[in-house]
């Protein structure tokens, strides 16, 4: 660990997650967004499924780590969500284990400390189309649609209701984009960064409108060493210096 110590965000869930802190992902605007505010790292895991993530669920949040986090995201739901192989191989996880795995998370989550917080990330859409051009050849039949999608994005959000647990309905959100099917995804199901700003609005809506104490909306939250220096930047009346600790300028978009 490196001190000061700040508040830890962790990012838990399959490519969604593990691909975030790329080509302008949700996941790198975020740590930017929380620089000298909070930690934000990633437990993304490409190509898994909410089984194999219960698995896991121990070494990746044991309870008697020294420190937890104070915010998780977490997202599961794509690949649960693929058509059955023939084989029995394969990603895809029967909804109704999906819904209960993705309870034995929530429930793990909530275990670790009184003060915890937590997203869920619903299943968001694909572009079919998109989808079967740049399927690989090295794949066997991936069967991946938009109807899937939605009964896997709906379950994730009735269980949040259940369990009292906020979530983002990227299924919706990324849909109310009217060039959502070419400008939202790389590949057809992976977001673009188009998409990925969606995500962070999302995000940042939840945790602004959130009644959480304390807050972990980025404009709540404490700027590490921010205050004045006689070693910041020397303003134009050459007397006095300019604190830089706030300065936002630097985003391409001024999120609220």
């Not at 995201?73 to 819904?99: A, Q, T």
């Not at 009735?158 to 060039?179: F, N, P």
Request: charged residues 25%; hydrophobic residues 40%; glycine residues 6%.
């Amino acid at each position: 660990m490196v001190g000061p110590k700040r508040p830890l965000f962790v990012l838990f869930g399959s490519s969604i997650v593990q691909l975030s802190f790329s080509n302008g992902g949700w996941g790198a605007i975020l740590s930017d967004i929380y620089a000298r505010k909070a930690d934000v790292i990633s437990r993304g895991y490409y190509g898994w499924n909410s089984r194999r993530a219960i698995q896991v669920l121990d070494q990746v949040f044991p309870k008697d780590a020294a420190i937890q986090p104070s915010l998780v995201i977490v997202y599961f739901g794509g690949n649960d969500s693929m058509g059955p192989h023939s084989s029995g191989l394969g990603p895809h996880v029967p909804l109704p284990e999906y819904i209960e795995n993705m309870k034995k998370i929530a429930i793990h989550l909530k275990s670790l400390s009184d003060t915890i917080r937590i997203i869920f990330l619903s299943c968001p859409p694909v572009n079919e189309a998109k989808l079967l051009e740049t399927r690989s050849s090295y794949l066997s039949e991936l069967v991946r649609t938009n109807e899937l999608c939605r009964n896997y994005s709906e379950a994730c959000i009735e269980l949040c209701e259940e369990m009292h647990i906020k979530v983002v309905d990227l299924w919706t959100a990324i849909q109310k984009r009217e060039d959502w099917l070419t400008a939202c995804f790389s590949d057809g199901v992976h977001l673009s960064a188009e998409g990925s700003k969606i995500v962070v609005e999302e995000i940042l809506k939840v945790l602004k409108e959130a009644e959480w104490e304390p807050s972990f909306h980025w404009k709540s939250m404490p700027t590490e060493f921010a205050e004045d220096s006689p070693y910041d930047l020397v303003a134009s009346d050459g007397k006095t210096t300019l604190n830089p600790s706030e300065w936002t300028f630097h985003r391409e978009i001024q999120w609220d």
